[in-house]
């Protein structure tokens, strides 16, 4: 993404107003300083389940793998991205990553971060 880019492209202002929603709800919950040492993330994306699905599909996809976009690698990247600065120092810190993208029946993301190793904190 280019810097002039992101004010005329429709996909890299819905990729700048995700990674801003999210740091929005984080800095809402954040620890006071940012981790320096190296960390394990957990992650789990509540995808939204279509409303065109009938009633009965809609309960049974809950918790069930979603598989459409967005992929799981781009949501992940705006997550960690967002998260530099208020959670971690830089994503380079993060040492294990676990990600899911299953369908939810209230869309959002837990992430659960664990410091790893010697320094663990």
Sequence with gaps: MTNRGKFVNKSAQRY???KDEIKRQISKQARSEALVHPVEVETVFYMPIPQSWSKKKQAAAINQPHKSKPDIDNILKGLFDSLNGLI???DN???KVTATKVYGE????KVTVKG????AV
């Design 16 to 18: 700048l107003a995700y």
């Design 88 to 90: 971690w120092k830089d």
């Design 93 to 95: 810190l993060v040492s």
């Design 106 to 109: 209230y869309p959002g993301i």
């Design 116 to 119: 790893i190793g010697e320094l």
